[in-house]
């Protein structure tokens, strides 16, 4: 049994060492067949330089070096794509994934589970905005989506071979890994855990709108219902516009004075143009994602592979 950990990494050259030192006495325990791939956004410090010192003395650390800055989803899935583990763990080295969990995952994916997830109980040190969008965001995903995302998991998780292989064919641009998984199916497990504080450092992810991101592909890429929505809030709206026009048709009939001013149609006329701003808004995050697909960009250019000796 081999085992491949998945690292995206982007200015880490604190975490890293410490990150190793724990991993391999976790992984000591479960498996001596592992590799643990650092996906790499080219970074301004010195993490590729500790990532290649610490491959000196230990060829099972390998590198995946991409040609500019693609982001996290796109290192996470370069790395799932050059692995070659029979079950392969995605977490991240800033210790919020806490390595101690591994051996409780291998466990269950054993029994015979494909995805084990673990799901946040406490998210400790994460600002209360990010909480408040993440919650949000589950909630409005699970309500509308085609696929059950399982809230306050993150990328951190365990996935058989054969999850790994059905993923990177979907050939998706979005790289929302959440819900690629969900589409593919199989046996899947929740384990609780409690999310510790970030060992070193600022996290390098926009805390509010990598969120707000992230919820916008839950939304978008795996659900039409904001488009039915935007068409039912056409026929509300339409709906309205006719009982009005009756309401003055009435006063006008009966003679009576008509009270409504500007002060009205101003508060009509900026609600129906929010109304509008905000269905074309929907037509173009889908139009947007269309563009991405139809495009057919590489997801990423790998500009380095250190370790990988035969992969293509």
Not at 9 to 25: A, H, Q, T
Request: charged share 25%; aromatic share 12%; proline share 6%.
């Amino acid at each position: 049994m081999q085992l491949s950990l998945v690292v995206p990494v982007y200015k880490e050259e604190g975490n890293i060492p410490v990150f190793l030192r724990r991993i391999r006495e976790v992984l000591a325990s479960v498996t001596e067949d592992y590799e643990i791939i650092f996906s790499l956004d080219p970074s301004p410090d010195r993490t590729e330089d500790v990532i290649l010192e610490a491959r000196a003395t230990d060829p099972r650390i390998r590198l995946l070096k991409f040609s500019r800055r693609f982001g996290q989803p796109m290192a996470t899935l370069a790395g799932m794509e050059y692995s070659r583990g029979d079950a392969v763990i995605v977490m991240d080295v800033d210790m919020q994934d806490p390595p101690e969990l591994i051996g409780e995952m291998v466990a269950k994916w054993r029994e015979g589970y494909d995805v084990v997830l673990p799901q946040r109980r406490e998210r400790t040190g994460e600002p209360w905005i990010k909480k408040f969008v993440s919650e949000t965001g589950y909630k409005v995903i699970n309500k509308i989506a085609d696929v059950r995302i399982p809230p306050n998991t993150g990328d951190f998780r365990l996935m058989a071979r054969r999850v790994v292989a059905e993923v990177v064919r979907l050939k998706e641009s979005h790289g929302f890994l959440r819900g690629m998984v969900a589409v593919v199916g199989f046996k899947q497990i929740i384990i609780p855990f409690d999310r510790p504080p970030r060992l070193v450092g600022e996290t390098n992810y926009n805390r509010f709108f990598g969120s707000l991101r992230i919820g916008f592909n839950g939304i978008f890429c795996f659900s039409t219902y904001a488009l039915t929505l935007s068409t039912m809030f056409g026929f509300i709206i339409a709906g309205f516009s006719f009982l009005v026009m009756a309401v003055y048709l009435v006063y006008k009939v009966m003679g009576w004075e008509i009270l409504w001013g500007n002060p009205t149609l101003v508060i009509l006329i900026s609600f129906l143009g929010g109304i509008q701003l905000i269905s074309v808004g929907i037509l173009g995050e889908y139009i947007g994602r269309i563009y991405e697909e139809v495009r057919a960009r590489p997801k990423f250019i790998v500009d380095r592979a250190v370790g990988f000796e035969g992969k293509p």
